[in-house]
């Protein structure tokens, strides 16, 4: 097993769930397929999927929802199969 670091894709705002209301995409043990979301950057209020392109499992989000990111910054990791 391998932890790969998923990015951010785009700088913006940082969401780890699809509605204040609603749970996180992803929580620690979560089994991630490709295309799952894992969180969503929030750019001019346009939200932009960022997505999983690997199976395995989630183990955790390295920033915290609402915090601004920079493209190219560590978000989450994954232990890949």
Do not use: C, H, W
Not at 18 to 45: I, N, R, W
């Amino acid at each position: 097993m391998a932890i790969i670091v998923v990015r951010a894709p785009i700088p913006g705002i940082f969401y780890d769930k699809p509605a204040p209301d609603q749970p996180p995409f992803k929580t620690e043990g979560d089994s991630v397929a490709p295309g799952d979301s894992l969180a969503l950057v929030e750019v001019m209020k346009t939200f932009n999927p960022v997505k999983s392109s690997k199976n395995g499992r989630f183990v955790r989000y390295l920033v915290e929802n609402e915090d601004e990111l920079m493209a190219g910054q560590p978000i989450a990791e994954i232990d890949v199969d």
